[in-house]
T-cell receptor
Framework: EDKVVQSPLSLVVHEGDTVTLNCSYE??????LLWYKQEKKAPTFLFML????IEKKSGRLSSILDKKELFSILNITATQTGDSAVYLC???????????FGKGTKLTVNP | NAGVMQNPRHLVRRRGQEARLRCSPV?????VYWYRQLPEEGLKFMVY????????ESGMPKERFSAEFPKEGPSILRIQQVVRGDSAAYFC?????????????FGNGTRLTVT
């Protein structure tokens, strides 16, 4: 069965810290891996990764995929209180239109 | 451009009542997905629809739950005879194409509370 495991489940840091969130996956016929940020409402899209070793970057956030070791990391540098959220990782299930989500990492950034 | 619109934002139902959740996809999108999120859990796939067709409903309980995406109007997720375990956030996403080749963008969800 396809699955996504995220770690840690929760993380508390101070503003200015750098954090690394982990996502490992098992899926048949890998197509892509997606990261979302969820505050109180809709998950908002961050990154879609399809190729190993190519870093995607958006401001202080970056992400990279390792298809050999079946994991991805999401880095956030110089964290701000506005980064506090649940970060979700997802992969399309092999041969279907379903996204399989991890349980998320709850990040709390304290001032 | 309006994103995916869901309503109502919050819905309270007593056990045994019916809940109707509506989702208006991004204009021009003909693929709609429904997901459910229980407290402290990730999102779980429920159903995938194209206009007038249910393509994959394998994530939806076989009893009491149904979904439609008519030719005109929003997609509807209907839960009959709700029970406390149906309390959750229900999210809808839409896409112009199938295949998940582009990222799904979600609506703000409907938070259903069953009392």
């Amino acid at each position: 069965e396809d699955k996504v495991v995220q770690s840690p489940l929760s993380l508390v840091v101070h503003e200015g810290d750098t954090v690394t969130l982990n996502c490992s996956y098992e899926v048949t016929n890998f197509r892509s891996l997606l990261w979302y940020k969820q505050e109180k409402k809709a998950p908002t899209f961050l990154f879609m990764l399809t190729s190993s070793g190519i870093e995607k970057k958006s401001g202080r956030l970056s992400s990279i995929l390792d298809k050999k070791e079946l994991f991805s990391i999401l880095n956030i540098t110089a964290t701000q209180t506005g980064d506090s959220a649940v970060y979700l990782c997802a992969v399309p299930q092999g041969g279907s239109e379903k996204l399989v989500f991890g349980k998320g990492t709850k990040l709390t950034v304290n001032p | 451009n309006a994103g995916v619109m869901q309503n109502p934002r919050h819905l309270v139902r007593r056990r045994g009542q019916e809940a109707r959740l509506r989702c208006s996809p991004v204009k021009g999108h003909s693929h709609v997905y429904w997901y459910r999120q229980l407290p402290e859990e990730g999102l779980k796939f429920m159903v995938y629809l194209q206009k007038e067709n249910i393509i994959d409903e394998s994530g939806m309980p076989k009893e009491r739950f149904s979904a439609e995406f008519p030719k005109e109007g929003p997609s509807i997720l209907r839960i009959q005879q709700v029970v406390r375990g149906d309390s959750a956030a229900y999210f809808c996403a839409s896409s112009p194409f199938g295949g998940l080749g582009s990222p799904l963008h979600f609506g703000n969800g409907t938070r259903l509370t069953v009392t």
